[in-house]
């Protein structure tokens, strides 16, 4: 649970709440996470396939090998749906009256948990886009993160994280696989006429 009245400013209100809806689970595959392991998978069968074929004398040794390389296929894999299901695991989402934040609850270098916050704030201008994904859509406000910011582990989402020096700033996010993503985005628009409205006056 995050403690969201720590992230608010002065007088700023919470108007939703949100978690990611799919992907927090280790086999809730996102992305293109699930080619990710169908490549694997038809690796490891390609790779038995050929044991038959081989000499008797080389058989022991393929034995070896192509077990090796199975096992690190598989932990690949373990280890791809744990670091996602970790990610999508740690995000809280919420939209105030003048900003979208996404907060990251994550370790910092010292081992304590800290709330990493990234917000971008309400503006017309810029874009709200329906990425749609399977089971749910990924609404992102604003554009893409820079590749500096994202960190590269991602596997399938839109972002992976964030540098754990960018503490709070404003930058363009994503609310990654939320059920309903067409009634924020409609919310988030309404509020970013009503935003520029206030500052054309």
Same mark, same amino acid.
């Given at each position: 649970m995050t403690e969201w009245y720590r992230i608010l400013e002065p007088g700023e209100q919470l108007l939703w709440t949100g978690r990611p809806d799919y992907g927090r689970g280790f086999f809730q595959t996102v992305g293109h996470e699930r080619y990710w392991h169908l490549g694997h998978a !038809? *690796?490891?069968?390609? !790779?038995?396939? @050929? #044991?038959?074929? #081989?000499?008797?004398?080389?058989?022991?040794?393929?034995?070896?090998? &192509?077990?090796? @390389?199975?096992?690190?296929? #598989?932990?690949?894999?373990? @280890?791809?749906?744990?670091?996602?299901?970790?990610? !999508?695991?740690? !995000? &809280?989402?919420?939209?105030?009256?003048?900003? +979208?934040?996404?907060?990251?609850? *994550?370790?910092?270098? &010292?081992?304590?948990?800290?709330?990493?916050?990234?917000?971008?704030?309400?503006? +017309?201008t810029y874009p709200y886009a329906i990425i749609n994904g399977r089971p749910y859509d990924t609404l992102r406000v604003g554009s893409m993160l820079s590749e500096d910011v994202v960190q590269p582990f991602g596997f399938g989402l839109y972002h992976g994280g964030w540098n754990p020096l960018k503490l709070r700033g404003i930058s363009p996010i994503s609310f990654e696989n939320i059920h309903d993503a067409t009634g924020v985005h409609e919310a988030i628009l309404t509020l970013a006429k009503a935003a520029d409205g206030r500052r054309s006056t």
């Open positions: !038809l *690796g490891i069968v390609a !790779l038995w396939a @050929v #044991l038959p074929f #081989l000499k008797e004398d080389k058989v022991q040794d393929a034995v070896w090998f &192509f077990g090796m @390389v199975t096992l690190i296929l #598989l932990l690949s894999s373990v @280890v791809t749906a744990r670091f996602r299901a970790d990610i !999508l695991g740690s !995000l &809280f989402y919420a939209v105030t009256d003048r900003r +979208a934040v996404v907060v990251r609850k *994550g370790r910092n270098i &010292f081992s304590r948990m800290r709330s990493y916050v990234v917000s971008c704030p309400h503006r +017309a």
